[in-house]
């Protein structure tokens, strides 16, 4: 039977196909749907895990019991697990350990553009790439065979483009694979610096194994027409190398690590010029270029950004085109917070209260957008809570009375900042950190998490207690504030600041998106009151806009109404009201 699959679901249905028992990750665009996909199918068991390390130890922990497992992840995430990233190449696995990094070019959901094929390189293992949803299915189960044959994780790469967009997909039966038996094997396991040493050896030995499959792999093959051109490309680079060059020649990396040498040499001498075409770094161009190889490559492909047919034609002949879709009138359209966020009404406060505040990953990172510009920094799950003891110290040279907060959000403190919470507590820092809960994941699409009492499955289970939480790690201060409620979080700052001490303080309010079964009546701006003094256009929020006289004016197709109502309380001359009351 024949489906239309995004890359990830394709993922995800080789994983089914492949005889997965265990699959685990975090979520993170562009890799959140492939558990999610992963999730429907009774005979895997599935997991959101509290991070990305986790949710990789867990499948290796699997994978060592002897059944397949995968663990999916965005490319920043395997920054989080790469601890056992690295040394699971030398423990090797037992049954088949297949790791998914959905790589993001073109900075689309991600704080870098990173590459993550120099990561398989750096750990020293064998390196997948697929080009549409049907590779992306078939790719995986060669992936699990290849672990399994070599005893290797399996970095099997995608990006953003393969995981989100569709094609057709042919599809297979499930293949169940037995358990392999676990027999203990502490010298291949328990990597002390003794069997560590040892195990080193046997990884080069295993590379080498691993080059000569490469060489005669499936997964790389030869597409002769011209001999005037050889493209050498892999991934999403093949479609548009493809598009752009119909006639070429192409080698087509499916395994691009280890790198096929001798294919490499055997191509490159059947063809006249060499071009590599790959998205962000030169990797494929560097292996060519330590061949002897004269290659086209970054020299005149862009390393910045994602690729399009477009720009491999302008680079790569030099003759401008003119785009397919004319976007140079199109008004800007940042992001923003959505109506009725439950984060809006924090910002407003911490903007009013020139507050320095460090911030998190998530969908409160616009609170660094205007008007309400509320946050100082962003650098990755969890750095707010360091970032703020950092900052701390150092202003301790110039402005001890300066207190700075770290804000993060429910999901993100779980991931990453309960170990910064101790560390503060630890070391006699002073910082407030803020907990934005909306409970839920909600910048990758309402996924649970264990501060929300359910799992991946929707079942009930154990929830995280933040007061019970800062209590144990040595917190004595704690708060709970209303995300509506202006004046409850402008005093509860200020208490919280006022002490010398540390304290957490929780901002609770669900998301606007996942509420249900409320009516909603939208505001209205009595026009006769309105004074256009803009203060509610400090809100930040989409459906206020100023009218042709600039009064303010509310869209009641975005206004939410009560189930937000902080525009009617900023207003000091009573002319937002709801539209009931008009």
């Known amino acids: 039977m024949k489906v239309i699959l995004s890359g990830n679901e394709a993922i995800a249905r080789g994983a089914y196909e492949a005889g997965v028992k265990v699959a685990t990750a975090y979520p993170g665009t562009p890799s959140t749907e492939i558990l999610e996909e992963i999730s429907k199918y009774d005979e895997i068991y599935s997991e959101w895990s509290t991070n990305e390390k986790v949710a990789f130890e867990v499948a290796l922990g699997a994978a060592y019991g002897g059944v397949r497992a995968i663990t999916c992840m965005k490319h920043v995430g395997l920054n989080v697990a790469a601890d056992p990233f690295m040394s699971s190449a030398y423990t090797g696995v037992l049954g088949g350990f297949v790791i998914v990094s959905a790589d993001d070019p073109g900075l689309h959901s991600s704080q870098n553009e990173q590459d993550n094929r120099i990561f398989a390189k750096f750990a020293k293992v064998p390196l997948i790439e697929p080009s549409d949803s049907q590779e992306a299915k078939d790719f995986i189960l060669l992936a699990f065979e290849i672990s399994e044959q070599f005893k290797t994780p399996v970095l099997f790469r995608s990006t953003t483009r393969i995981s989100h967009s569709k094609s057709v997909v042919e599809l297979g039966e499930r293949k169940e694979v037995p358990a392999k038996q676990y027999i203990k094997d502490v010298s291949h396991r328990v990597v002390i610096p003794s069997n560590a040493r040892i195990l080193h050896l046997e990884l080069e030995k295993k590379l080498e194994a691993l080059k000569e499959y490469s060489e005669n792999s499936p997964l790389n093959r030869l597409e002769m027409g011209d001999t005037s051109i050889g493209i050498i490309t892999s991934g999403i680079s093949y479609q548009y190398a493809r598009e752009v060059f119909p006639s070429a020649s192409f080698l087509k990396l499916g395994m691009s690590f280890p790198f096929p040498e001798n294919l490499v040499k055997k191509f490159a001498a059947l063809v006249k010029e ?64 959505c109506p009725g966020c439950p984060h809006r009404g924090f910002f407003y406060i911490s903007n009013r209260l020139k507050l320095t505040a460090t911030g998190d990953i998530g969908c409160y990172t616009l609170g660094v957008i205007p008007p309400l510009s509320a946050l100082d920094t962003c650098v990755c799950m969890g750095a707010s809570v360091g970032n703020a003891y950092g900052m701390e110290l150092a202003m301790k040279e110039y402005n001890p009375q300066k207190r700075v907060i770290a804000v993060i959000g429910d999901s993100t403190f779980i991931h990453g900042g309960i170990t910064g919470l101790i560390d503060i507590a630890y070391n006699k820092g002073k910082i407030v950190v803020v907990i934005l809960d909306n409970e839920t994941t909600a910048m990758t699409g309402h996924q649970p998490h264990p501060g929300t009492g359910k799992t991946i499955k929707g079942e009930d289970t154990v929830r995280v207690n933040y007061a019970k939480l800062a209590e144990a790690v040595g917190i004595k201060n704690y708060f709970e504030t209303q995300a509506f409620d202006l004046e409850n979080i402008r005093s509860t700052m200020k208490q919280a600041l006022a002490l010398n001490e540390p304290a957490l303080v929780v901002n609770k309010g669900a998301c606007v998106l996942q509420v249900r079964g409320v009516r909603i009546e939208p505001y209205f701006v009595d026009a006769e009151k309105c004074t256009s003094c803009g203060l509610c256009l400090q809100l930040g929020c989409p459906a206020i806009s100023r009218s042709d006289d600039v009064k303010a004016k509310i869209d009641p197709i975005l206004c939410v109404g009560d189930l937000c109502g902080l525009c009617m309380k900023v207003c000091k001359f009573e002319a937002i009201k709801p539209r009931e009351a008009k």
């Open 274 to 337: 060499i071009i590599v075409i790959e998205e962000n770094e030169p990797f494929i161009e560097d292996e060519c270029r330590k061949l002897g190889l004269k290659v086209t490559g970054k020299d005149k492909i862009p390393i910045c950004w994602e690729l399009n047919q477009q720009v491999i034609s302008e680079a790569l002949t030099g003759k401008k085109s003119d785009p397919i879709f004319d976007t140079s009138q199109l008004p800007t359209r940042p992001p923003v917070l």
